[in-house]
């Protein structure tokens, strides 16, 4: 693939010296405006950094595809079907050492191996096959935190895989607790963290058995987790997500009243849908970030990642054994999984509307389509050696590594690379509005 180079727009025998003031400009003009448009302000270099891979980059992706400046800036990426990739997977259970043990099939003995070997084609454009230099080089001197649950985990997990092929990171975690992780690249300056936060609100398990086993919990549906509120002032991204727990029986408190429940199965207390919790649990999450005075960066909110087990519930035998991904036309989403996709929606366009009033710039991850098409991407029964005396459940809600989840890494970059665009109009949007209200 090649640059173009520009052309000025002087004639043939034409000087410099000879040109008059006003071409000069003109051309100057010309120059800038065709520039912009390719340059990055958020990120802080050109594109033409993108065209030079190190010497050592790695050899089972196409440069020149994965770091084309995206043609196609109004193309959803999130609405397609997975297409078969050959090339894939970029990385072994025996090349990363990030892989949580649950997740890591392969180890395990998953008997097969096609469910890596795809890749998300968007309707209308192409999505790149991720590229770790190109993501860092993007990243240099910036920091990205995922603040959620295990998916979340799982997701850092995943990326620190798919980095680990140009350098592995150092652990710089303030803390011994597994559940807050920071991670810096160092050659780049770039600082990856997680923090723990199933609910994004303060919560506290008041039975640790509950109605159905998996504890009850007490939620203050208004209150924050200051676990995560405290420490993402400095970050350029957090990348936010929630779901799974909020399955589990709990106690929805606002105002420190107890106002209902979800499936508590105690006299007199009204029993409220899951939604319910969900919804005010991201409203809270949104008001919080908008609230804070520092942080500048920008949220992404991960969709819902829906579960996918079959023949029954997942404490009654339900279990995820298929060996390919469905198609589009094949299963809707539906159901509670598709009402906490909307619900998350709504309350994101909320908390965005309040954002832009403080300039503070909201993102959508959208994969809950993609991901929902992967019934085959689950380790099942295969996150344990089957002898192992071990009480666990078929794990039909977190995904194998290598598999589905490495995909997120091609939406993320895609959305970095039209993020410095975006954040520069919108931008000069703000500015606009302000000097209007002076």
Request: proline content about 6%; some cysteine; glycine content about 6%.
């Given at each position: 693939?090649?640059?173009?180079?520009?052309?000025?727009?002087?004639?043939?025998?034409q000087?410099?010296?000879?040109?008059?003031?006003?071409?000069?400009?003109?051309?100057?003009?010309?120059?800038?405006f065709?520039?912009?448009?390719?340059?990055?302000?958020?990120?802080?270099?050109?594109?033409?950094?993108?065209?030079?891979?190190?010497?050592?980059?790695?050899?089972?992706?196409?440069?020149?595809?994965?770091?084309?400046?995206?043609?196609?800036?109004?193309?959803?990426?999130?609405?397609?079907?997975?297409?078969?990739?050959?090339?894939?997977?970029?990385?072994?259970?025996?090349?990363?050492?990030?892989?949580?043990?649950?997740?890591?099939?392969?180890?395990?003995?998953?008997?097969?191996?096609?469910?890596m070997?795809?890749?998300?084609?968007?309707?209308?454009?192409?999505?790149p096959?991720?590229?770790?230099?190109q993501?860092?080089?993007?990243?240099?001197?910036?920091?990205?935190a995922?603040?959620?649950?295990?998916?979340?985990?799982?997701?850092?997990?995943?990326?620190?895989?798919?980095?680990?092929?140009?350098?592995?990171?150092?652990?710089?975690?303030?803390?011994?607790?597994?559940?807050?992780?920071?991670?810096?690249?160092?050659?780049?300056?770039?600082?990856?963290?997680?923090?723990?936060?199933?609910f994004?609100?303060?919560?506290?398990?008041?039975?640790?058995?509950?109605?159905?086993?998996?504890?009850?919990?007490n939620?203050?549906?208004?209150?924050?987790?200051?676990?995560?509120?405290t420490?993402?002032?400095?970050?350029?991204?957090?990348?936010?997500?929630?779901?799974?727990?909020?399955?589990?029986?709990?106690?929805?408190?606002?105002?420190?009243?107890?106002?209902?429940?979800?499936?508590?199965?105690?006299?007199?207390?009204?029993?409220?849908?899951?939604?319910?919790?969900?919804?005010?649990?991201?409203?809270?999450?949104?008001?919080?970030i908008?609230?804070?005075?520092?942080?500048?960066?920008?949220?992404?909110?991960?969709?819902?990642?829906?579960?996918?087990?079959?023949?029954?519930?997942?404490?009654?035998?339900?279990?995820?054994?298929?060996?390919?991904?469905w198609?589009?036309?094949?299963?809707?989403?539906?159901?509670?999984?598709?009402?906490?996709?909307?619900?998350?929606?709504?309350?994101?366009?909320?908390?965005?509307?309040?954002?832009?009033?403080?300039?503070?710039?909201?993102?959508?991850?959208?994969?809950?389509?993609?991901?929902?098409?992967?019934?085959?991407?689950?380790?099942?029964?295969?996150?344990?050696?089957?002898?192992?005396?071990?009480?666990?459940?078929?794990?039909?809600?977190?995904?194998?590594?290598?598999?589905?989840?490495?995909?997120?890494?091609?939406?993320?970059?895609?959305?970095?690379?039209?993020?410095?665009?975006?954040?520069?109009?919108?931008?000069l949007?703000?500015?606009?509005?302000?000097?209007?209200?002076?």
């Amino acid at each position: 693939m090649k640059l173009q180079s520009f052309e000025l727009p002087f004639g043939k025998n034409q000087t410099l010296q000879k040109t008059p003031k006003i071409l000069i400009l003109t051309a100057l003009t010309i120059i800038i405006f065709t520039v912009i448009p390719l340059y990055y302000p958020l990120l802080g270099y050109t594109v033409k950094n993108f065209f030079q891979p190190p010497l050592n980059s790695y050899e089972s992706v196409t440069i020149d595809d994965s770091t084309r400046i995206p043609s196609h800036q109004k193309c959803d990426i999130f609405t397609g079907e997975w297409v078969p990739n050959p090339d894939a997977p970029y990385y072994t259970n025996t090349t990363c050492w990030a892989i949580h043990e649950h997740q890591n099939c392969m180890k395990y003995g998953r008997p097969d191996s096609e469910f890596m070997k795809w890749r998300w084609k968007p309707d209308g454009c192409e999505l790149p096959v991720f590229n770790p230099f190109q993501f860092l080089e993007i990243v240099r001197g910036k920091s990205l935190a995922f603040v959620g649950d295990s998916v979340g985990r799982n997701q850092m997990q995943s990326m620190i895989c798919l980095l680990s092929r140009v350098e592995y990171p150092i652990d710089v975690s303030y803390t011994p607790d597994e559940h807050f992780k920071r991670w810096k690249y160092t050659s780049y300056n770039f600082t990856m963290a997680s923090f723990w936060t199933p609910f994004l609100v303060k919560a506290e398990e008041a039975d640790p058995s509950g109605p159905t086993h998996t504890g009850l919990f007490n939620l203050y549906l208004d209150e924050a987790d200051d676990e995560w509120t405290t420490q993402i002032d400095d970050f350029d991204y957090i990348i936010i997500s929630a779901g799974h727990w909020f399955y589990r029986p709990a106690m929805y408190y606002e105002r420190r009243r107890l106002v209902g429940c979800r499936f508590c199965q105690l006299h007199n207390i009204t029993d409220l849908p899951k939604t319910y919790g969900y919804r005010r649990a991201f409203r809270t999450a949104f008001r919080a970030i908008n609230g804070l005075e520092n942080f500048k960066g920008v949220t992404i909110l991960r969709t819902f990642a829906p579960s996918h087990f079959e023949g029954g519930l997942w404490d009654k035998g339900g279990n995820c054994v298929r060996k390919r991904p469905w198609r589009g036309n094949e299963r809707d989403l539906e159901g509670e999984e598709l009402e906490f996709y909307m619900t998350q929606m709504e309350e994101f366009r909320v908390g965005e509307r309040e954002g832009k009033t403080r300039g503070l710039r909201f993102r959508v991850l959208d994969t809950t389509q993609a991901m929902w098409l992967r019934p085959d991407g689950h380790p099942s029964t295969y996150g344990h050696w089957p002898h192992e005396n071990v009480t666990l459940f078929n794990d039909c809600v977190h995904w194998c590594l290598p598999g589905p989840i490495d995909t997120l890494a091609d939406f993320l970059l895609e959305m970095l690379k039209r993020e410095g665009r975006r954040s520069f109009e919108e931008n000069l949007h703000f500015k606009d509005k302000k000097d209007k209200i002076r």
